[in-house]
């Protein structure tokens, strides 16, 4: 019920939006204006795939607008969780209930980009859906910049379908799927290709990764296992008006509370199909270790996810967990790519790892993952949360990725810079899109190259380029 009041009353902000805009009210930009423009996403939980992809999208569309034409605001629900990050950019604090802070904010800035990777969907929250179809519909309401930047859409309950289609028809969201082009093609949304903007993003040294490695017993030889486990079977979060009731009256529900009014999905069922993800994943790590000498890590790249590594670290007799509560995202991707294979059920565990050319293989709980394989090629590495023989499908892709690790290396930077080209083109549909809403913006003049629509890149990248970019080219 609580997530239908969300729904209606972030409708009814938009609606109020575009009737004070008919009436002349609201401020678009101006020429010899900077544009504001306002970054809505999942910042600030101590999630590294949300922050990643949001601190590349920042530094690409600065690098291609220019550093003193703009000023970029990002949402954040804690500051202290992205302490660091962002730099150059303002931050504004996201409270739990959202609708009169997005009724506020949007309006101060001269357009939105919604950041959320899992943008429309029903899976994780169907809140978190509704914020992004708010804060794109406020823009759009004003007639302002209106964009959805590496957007996935999934299934979204009915109420939610009825709403994008609403209130997003005037928003251009560029996705990084052709599946999710299909589902808001469905629902009359304006879509363009492109990716995820997480591929840019340069970690610390290798040098950062391989030092924690040791401290936590490596001998800097033998090869490194580090598996990202998270729990499929808590989401989606709901909004419960009486759960939180009896949580502060009596303590119930303490397990599964979110924070405020949100709640996991729990209940007997949930932990069964927990207890069997968890289960094969020990057992096929255990079984891998016993057939090869590996080091074995787990990384928790969500905050969240620290529970369940704990509890498969323990099934392995103590292995080390590192979280995103201990070392920030610069220090998690160092670690992923110090690594010599990855098994993650986080998309952006493999992501963040792909451009230092770790092998990985991917246990998804959604298409998110399932769709980077099967771009990869690489299906015979995807499993899903849920396969009742994941052990036996672990320890078989387990053991390719250790048979077989060059040759999967080496599809690995063919898709890398295939997505670095994609992710370039994102920044001419951006463009684009921002002059048709504001035709006076001042733009480079010239001629440029598709890199010239990336960040400044570090050479690891730089290498991958020049090395894959003929035979990306040539597929």
Not at 191 to 212: H, S
Not at 305 to 317: F, K, M, S, V, Y
Request: proline share 5%; net charge neutral; aromatic share 8%.
């Amino acid at each position: 019920m609580m997530d239908f009041v969300l729904e209606a009353w972030v409708g009814g902000g938009i609606e109020r939006a575009k009737a004070r805009w008919m009436l002349g009210k609201g401020k678009p930009w101006q020429p010899g204006e900077k544009l504001k423009l306002l970054f809505a996403g999942y910042n600030g939980a101590r999630n590294m795939g949300s922050d990643v992809r949001v601190e590349e999208m920042l530094r690409q569309i600065r690098h291609i607008l220019g550093e003193d034409r703009v000023a970029l605001s990002v949402m954040s629900q804690n500051f202290e969780f992205t302490r660091g990050y962002f730099a150059g950019t303002a931050q504004v604090h996201l409270p739990d209930i959202f609708p009169p802070f997005l009724s506020r904010e949007v309006p101060r800035h001269h357009g939105v980009v919604a950041c959320e990777g899992s943008m429309f969907k029903s899976k994780f929250a169907n809140a978190l859906t509704t914020m992004m179809i708010g804060a794109l519909g406020l823009a759009a309401a004003e007639n302002k910049l209106s964009v959805g930047y590496g957007a996935e859409a999934g299934h979204m309950d009915p109420s939610i379908r009825k709403m994008c289609a609403r209130y997003c028809r005037n928003s251009l969201v560029i996705t990084r799927n052709e599946e999710s082009r299909t589902v808001l093609r469905e629902l009359g949304v304006a879509t363009e290709l492109g990716t995820d903007t997480a591929w840019t993003f340069e970690p610390l040294p290798a040098e950062y990764g391989q030092k924690i490695l040791r401290r936590v017993g490596w001998d800097g030889t033998t090869p490194v296992l580090v598996v990202c486990p998270i729990n499929p079977f808590e989401w989606p979060v709901t909004a419960a008006v009486a759960k939180f009731a009896l949580r502060t009256l009596t303590g119930a529900y303490k397990d599964s509370h979110y924070r405020s009014v949100y709640f996991h999905n729990s209940g007997a069922e949930a932990d069964r199909a927990l207890e069997h993800y968890l289960t094969a994943i020990g057992n096929a790590v255990d079984g891998f270790r016993k057939r090869r000498k590996v080091f074995v890590i787990l990384v928790g790249t969500e905050r969240l996810d620290a529970r369940p590594a704990r509890r498969i670290a323990e099934r392995l007799g103590g292995i080390p967990v590192l979280s995103s509560d201990d070392h920030n995202m610069y220090e998690l991707v160092s670690i992923l790519r110090a690594c010599h294979m990855i098994v993650s059920s986080r998309y952006h565990g493999i992501v963040t790892s792909m451009p230092g050319l770790v092998p990985s293989a991917g246990i998804t709980m959604d298409e998110r993952i399932r769709n980077l394989m099967r771009e990869r090629e690489h299906e015979d590495l995807l499993m899903n949360v849920d396969d009742p023989d994941l052990e036996q499908k672990l320890l078989a892709a387990l053991e390719k990725l250790a048979s077989e690790g060059e040759a999967i290396a080496d599809g690995i930077a063919q898709t890398v810079v295939r997505n670095l080209k994609l992710m370039a083109r994102m920044g001419v549909y951006f463009e684009e899109e921002l002059h048709r809403r504001y035709p006076d913006f001042p733009t480079r003049k010239g001629e440029w190259s598709w890199e010239d629509y990336l960040p400044p890149l570090g050479p690891g990248l730089r290498s991958l380029i020049e090395a894959y970019s003929p035979a990306a080219t040539a597929q």
